[in-house]
C-alpha cells in the first residue's frame, strides 16, 4: 500500500511520523539547548566538506534547516525527507523572497533512495539511523548512502547517544516519573527508546547508539571510517542557563572549546546527545 506521493506506507512508523507533523522540528535547532547542535554540528561540517559547489544529498534533513544554510554557501543541496510537512515547509521557505533555493525538496526513504548511483559528493544522514530500530535498517540506509557517492565521497552519519535520556533526566526532574525512569532502563539496555504515552518530551520511537556501535555500522556498510565525533559535548547537560550563554559571544566560545576538547575522547563521546561518524566512500 503507498500514499498518493507514491512513498511506501511503512517509510516512516505512525507514532514517529505524527510526532514530527506536530512541528516539533520546525524551531528545535533554532534555539535554546538546540542551538548548540546546530552550531557544533554546522562547525563538524565546515570542517571537512569538501568545496562548494559540490553536491550534498541531504537525507532526514527535516526542513531544511542545515540545507537551506548549505546552499547559501554554494552547495548543490538537494533535501529529502520522510515526512511530507517537512517538504512542504522547505518548499514553503524556497519561495519566500531572498531565499536562496535548494536543488530539490522530495519525500523519500533514507532505505531506497531516488538517486543515481556514483552521483553526489556527500551524503548528511544527520537523522535517519536514529529513527530506524532494526540494524538492517540502519545498514540499509548507509549503504544507499555509499551506492549513491562517488568514489571518496563522504557521508556524515549521526547517531543520538545510548545515555542521551538517562543524562536529560539528571538534567530535569524526569527520573521522578517511574514511566521516564522505565524508558531511560531499556534505552540503557538495548538502545530502543519507546514512547508508549507519546508524551512530547519523551520523543519518539529511536535507537540510541553506543558510540562503538556507530562505528561499527558504519564499517558493515564498506565505508572507510575518519571519525567519530561527540557533537554538542558536556555543555549541553551541564550548563543550566544555556540559552542566555549561548548569546553572550565570550560564553559561547567557551562552551565550543569544551565540545572540541573532548569531540575524539573515547570515553566521553557518548557525554553529549549527538554523535557524529564521518566516513569514506574508497
Partial sequence: MSREDGVPADTIAAEILAYYERGAERERLLFGRGELERVRTRELLTRHLPAAPASVLDVGGGWGVHAFWLTEQGYDVHLIDPVPGHIEQARERMSEPGVYPLASARVGDARQLDQA?????????LGPLYHLP????????????????????????????????????LNGQRLNDPEFARIVEQDLR???????????GYFTTAFFHHPDELREEVAA?????ADILGIEGPGYWMVHDLEARLSDPAQREQLLLAARAIEREPTLLGLGPHIMAIA???
Avoid: Y
Fill in 117 to 125: 548511483s556514483d552521483s553526489v559528493d556527500t551524503v548528511l544522514l
Fill in 280 to 282: 569514506r566512500k574508497e
Fill in 134 to 169: 532494526e540494524r538492517a535498517d540502519r545498514l540499509l540506509a548507509l549503504r544507499e548512502a555509499r551506492r549513491v557517492l562517488r568514489t571518496d565521497g563522504l557521508v556524515f552519519a549521526v547517531g543520538i547517544s545510548r545515555f542521551a535520556s538517562l543524562l536529560d533526566g
Fill in 190 to 200: 538495548d538502545g530502543q527508546h519507546r514512547n508508549p504515552s507519546e508524551r512530547q
Fill in 221 to 225: 556498510a564498506e565505508f572507510a571510517v
